[in-house]
T-cell receptor
């Protein structure tokens, strides 16, 4: 069984550009989470979805960040416009039951120059 | 809020040594989780603890759910080079389907 799939694995872009990160959760999982990891702030939850519906986006840092889940097998995290301080590793995770069984993807390392 | 404090921040040990790390909170947690993150990968769940006082093993790893429900410990016996990584404790927040993570303990092993 494939795990959580994220693309791209690495993204380098220039300040002001739009960035779209993609995630395919594990088939059958009904909750999806987007996290950001930095040295300074550790692992932070940005937003999570239940059954494709955004439940809690209190971790989204600014209006420049938006996330969608158009169907059960796909989600995107968009940053527009991107800034250097958005440089981080972004993880997607999914679970079919409680929060304690989250499976993480390999992450997207974003560098904004 | 519910925050998790992990210590130590990092460890540099000799292969074969035992390792101990812990996680504390001022709040009660009903579940404690330990994850490992290897370079270039996402965190992977190692051990889940659901009951105060519970002691659970996974190979050379042993984790305990503190009696007060405000702390947890992870021990690794006879460390090997592939134990290298960042170890996170985590727990579900009281409300909602969310986890809070500690800052992590970076483990390096000298062979």
């Amino acid at each position: 069984d494939a795990g959580v799939i994220q693309s791209p694995r690495h993204e380098v872009t220039e300040m002001g550009q739009e960035v779209t990160l993609r995630c395919k959760p594990i088939s059958g999982h009904n909750s999806l989470f987007w996290y950001r990891q930095t040295m300074m702030r550790g692992l932070e939850l940005l937003i999570y979805f239940n059954n494709n519906v955004p439940i809690d986006d209190s971790g989204m840092p600014e209006d420049r960040f938006s996330a969608k889940m158009p169907n059960a097998s796909f989600s995107t995290l968009k940053i527009q416009p991107s800034e250097p301080r958005d440089s981080a590793v972004y993880f997607c995770a999914s679970t079919g039951s409680g929060p304690d069984t989250q499976y993480f993807g390999p992450g997207t390392r974003l560098t904004v120059l | 809020g519910q925050q998790l404090n992990q210590s130590p921040q990092s460890m540099f040990i000799q292969e074969g040594e035992d390792v101990s790390m812990n996680c504390t909170s001022s709040s009660i947690f009903n579940t404690w989780l330990w994850y490992k993150q290897e370079p270039g990968e996402g965190p992977v769940l190692l051990i889940a603890l659901y009951k105060a006082g519970e002691l659970t093993s996974n190979g050379r790893l042993t984790a305990q759910f503190g009696i007060t429900r405000k702390d947890s410990f992870l021990n690794i016996s006879a460390s090997i080079p592939s134990d290298v990584g960042i170890y996170f404790c985590a727990g579900p927040l009281r409300y909602g389907n969310k986890l809070v993570f500690g800052a992590g303990t970076i483990l390096r092993v000298k062979s």
